[in-house]
Every structure is written in structure tokens, then in C-alpha cells.
């Protein structure tokens, strides 16, 4: 009973996109379901886990799936960085001016990894935060996914100490991993609330609950936050698309507000990472979207609290029990 009570709490994966009944919901996610227990990751050290990431790399980069997903990244975030880098005068009626910091002076290259041409020229001014990867040590769908993010990184030239990482599944296996890969790995679960701080900021979150990515929105729920955002994450039309409009609107009301405020990008599919990233899609916020919508949209600021969700998806921030009043005693 306590390893089916682990495994319901656990972050799920979005179903392939396809027309269907929206009351039915998506299926888990494979890293969580495969590793929902303790003891379920094989006895192997860092080396051997190391050595399997980069296969899994080399084993990406020569694929269809990568060249196609390279291009539909490349068209995106040279869009955004034309917006970013758009004359003060042209943008500062709606948001204001829009600062980036200098590039970083070094690019965090990976050992033993074969410098490439950068993706897009300006790009390590991003910052990337990469939520619920999963359970990588001990599953393929996991491992091809932490691929991809170090791809994204080595093509953008995002140095990986500004690569933020969390998922609340990671064993200390993992996260030592994660440590000589050079990321920073997060010690606190922030439920996806983290603001971009000024600064444009790639989320990778892949196959995660919808309640991360509406935890995200309202964290940067304004039109200067939200121009700096990128999200590759389960396509938002997608989620349009399973969940009864009620259910939207009640539960995820940032995913629902800011559907007419994106565009999205949908990633390619092909039959060898069908499963590792299906319903993926690249999200971004063009300026001009964000301030045609409605003025009272960016009025409604409540704090997401989900207390009557009946399947949240994401594994929440424990919470201490209130100390005892002393005093009285």
C-alpha cells in the first residue's frame, strides 16, 4: 500500500497528443513509475551512470529527432532574442526597457565534449532551470532527457553553472551525478515558483505535472517577466485539449489565461523518442501577444493552493507542523 501511495504522488507524463474524452487523464511518467520505490535503482556507481549519459548523448546527436528539434529551438530563441535585444523606444510603452546582463566570459564546456558552432549567437545570456527529469540513473526515457538538457546547454553555450536542477525523485546516487556533470542541483523543492529575476531563462520541464507549469506562470505573471521566459515542457494546447474547460479554468488558471499569449512549437516525433518526448513543445511569449490580452488579466494575481485538486501531479514542498504553544503549559 505505501509503494501505490509513493507512486500516485509522483510527477506523469502527458499522453501522446490526440483528440479524446477530456475527463481522461494523462498516464505517469515512465522515470517515476519505473523508480517509485526505494531500492528500485540498480547497484551501479557515478562512473557507470556517467558513462551511460554520454551514450545516450551520442546517441541523440546522430538522430533525426535531434536535427529537427535543433531547428524549431534555433527559430525560436532567435525570435526571442530579437525581441530581448529590440529598441528600448519600441518596447518601453508596453513594459518597459528590457536589460540583459554580459554574456559570461566562460562557457562551462563539458569534459570530453567537441566544441560546436554556438546555436544561436548571444544565447549564454540565458539562464536554464530544468524541473522533474526524473529518475535518470536507473531509466532510459529519464537519461535521454538529461541528453537532451546537456545538448541544449552545449548548443546555446548556457554554461552548466547556470543550469539549475530539481526533481524531488533524485537519489543522492543522482545528485552526486549531477554535481560532476557541473550543475547546480537545488536543495528545495520550489513547486516550479521560481521567478526568471530579469533575466531570460529557458525552463525545461519535460513531462511534468500541469500544476508546475501554472506554479511557474504565476510566479512571473507579468508582461516583463513572461517576454523572458522560455518553457519546453507537455504542449500547453495539448493540456487545452485533455482537460475539461472547467477544470482549466479552476485549477490552472495561469495555463488558461495565457493560452492566446503564446506561441508554441511542437516538437518533432519519430518513432525512436516517441515515449521520451511526446506532446513536447517549445513555448515562448512574444511581446505583442502578452499586451493584446485583456487588461484585468494580468489583475488576477492569487497564489495557485490547489487544496480541492484531486490529482495535482507533483510531489509538494513538505511543510514543518506548527511548534507548540509553550506557554500555556
Known amino acids: 500500500m505505501a509503494a501505490a501511495a509513493a507512486t500516485r504522488e509522483t510527477w506523469r507524463a502527458a499522453s501522446p497528443r490526440r483528440r479524446r474524452p477530456a475527463a481522461r487523464r494523462p498516464k505517469r511518467r515512465e522515470a517515476a513509475a519505473a523508480a517509485g520505490t526505494p531500492g528500485a535503482e540498480p547497484e551501479v556507481d557515478g562512473g557507470v551512470v556517467l558513462r551511460r549519459i554520454q551514450e545516450a548523448r551520442e546517441d541523440l546527436v546522430i538522430s533525426d529527432f535531434w536535427s529537427s528539434a535543433l531547428e524549431t529551438i ?58 522533474g527529469v526524473g529518475k535518470f540513473a536507473s531509466c532510459v526515457i529519464a537519461r535521454s532527457q538529461l541528453a537532451f538538457l546537456l545538448l541544449l546547454l552545449e548548443r546555446c553555450q548556457i554554461p ?24 547546480v542541483v537545488l536543495g528545495d523543492n520550489e513547486e ?86 511526446n506532446d513536447t513543445s517549445l513555448h515562448w511569449f512574444p511581446v505583442q501577444k502578452l499586451t493584446q490580452l485583456p487588461t484585468d488579466t494580468w489583475a488576477f494575481r492569487e497564489e495557485p493552493d490547489y487544496q480541492d485538486c484531486e490529482d495535482l501531479e507533483i510531489i509538494r514542498k513538505k511543510t514543518e507542523p506548527p511548534c507548540a504553544d509553550l506557554s500555556s503549559l
Open 74 to 131: 534555433t527559430g525560436c530563441l532567435q525570435k526571442h532574442l530579437e525581441q530581448l535585444r529590440a529598441p528600448e523606444g519600441s518596447l518601453s510603452e508596453a513594459l518597459g526597457h528590457l536589460h540583459l546582463d554580459a554574456p559570461p566570459v566562460e562557457a562551462d564546456a563539458a569534459p570530453g565534449s567537441v566544441p560546436e558552432e554556438t546555436l544561436v549567437p548571444g544565447t549564454c545570456c540565458f539562464k536554464c532551470v530544468c524541473y
Open 160 to 183: 552548466r553553472s547556470h543550469c539549475c536542477v530539481y526533481d524531488p525523485l533524485f537519489s543522492r546516487l543522482e545528485i552526486a551525478v549531477l554535481n560532476a556533470l557541473g550543475v
Open 192 to 277: 516550479g515558483k521560481r521567478s526568471v529575476c530579469g533575466e531570460p531563462t529557458v525552463f525545461y520541464m519535460p513531462h511534468c505535472g500541469t500544476a508546475l507549469y501554472n506554479n511557474l506562470l504565476w510566479r512571473n505573471w507579468s508582461v516583463d517577466a513572461l517576454s523572458k521566459v522560455v518553457i519546453i515542457g507537455n504542449s500547453f494546447g495539448g493540456l487545452e485539449e485533455r482537460l475539461l474547460t472547467r477544470i482549466l479554468h479552476k485549477h490552472y488558471p495561469y495555463v488558461a489565461k495565457i493560452l492566446t499569449g503564446l506561441e508554441e512549437l511542437a516538437f518533432p516525433q519519430t518513432p525512436r523518442y516517441m515515449d521520451v518526448f
